[in-house]
């Protein structure tokens, strides 16, 4: 039986979302403080289509960390903050009183280590549900707009999956976004694997 397109968003969601948990327990544990990621809203595109969907927040400069995947299918990942987000998150994970001159050092780093965490959590889901390794280059943090920094990876004719999803840090709200570039073929692949999980 081929997999619908609903059950594969459904399906893709609860693989993200189990790599969420993953690695929110791990952020809580090195962070020290408690960070809720909740579910994410999960939705698959068309890259040509990235600009109409966000409308004129495309324009919008971001902070975003990129992670390279390859194996039985090939890609990238990336971690998109908007800027207030960003801000606010690494006010609060770091703390303002820890702020130098170095301030831009320390908001790469501390995004790069919290999109390293999520990226990989998430990676490792789709690796478990494919059961294959999947090989993962060094995290590199970006800013930009989104379709800029979508532009430099991928076809205009691959698919992309958005998963928005919200950080809670010390009750305060934060909203990330990741995205899912598969080259052509592999999210064909992807979508065999997870049908042949369905139905097994």
């Known amino acids: 039986m081929t997999i619908m397109r609903s059950e594969l968003k459904d399906a893709i969601q609860e693989i993200i979302n189990i790599g969420l948990g993953k690695a929110a327990a791990m952020l809580n544990k090195l962070l020290?403080?408690?960070?809720?990621?909740?579910?994410?809203?999960?939705?698959?595109?068309?890259?040509?289509?990235?600009?109409?969907?966000?409308?004129?927040?495309?324009?919008?400069?971001?902070?975003?960390?990129?992670?390279?995947?390859?194996?039985?299918?090939?890609?990238?990942?990336?971690?998109?903050?908007?800027?207030d987000s960003a801000s606010k998150l690494v006010d609060l994970l770091v703390g303002e009183e820890n702020f130098s001159e170095d301030m831009d050092g320390i908001k790469i780093g501390t995004l790069s280590e919290v999109g390293n965490i999520i990226l990989n959590s998430v990676m490792a889901s789709f690796s478990n549900t494919l059961e294959t390794r999947l090989i993962y280059t060094i995290p590199a943090y970006i800013e930009g707009d989104i379709s800029a920094i979508l532009r430099l990876e991928v076809e205009r004719d691959a698919l992309v999956i958005s998963a928005k999803t919200r950080f809670t840090v010390e009750s305060q709200e934060i909203e990330g976004e990741i995205f899912l570039l598969f080259e052509l073929g592999s999210f064909d692949i992807l979508s065999r694997a997870v049908d042949a999980a369905i139905n097994s």
């Open 32 to 83: 020290k403080n408690h960070i809720l990621l909740e579910i994410p809203q999960v939705t698959i595109i068309p890259f040509s289509e990235v600009t109409r969907e966000f409308g004129l927040m495309h324009l919008t400069p971001v902070s975003a960390v990129r992670l390279c995947f390859k194996g039985s299918i090939n890609g990238v990942s990336s971690l998109v903050f908007p800027p």
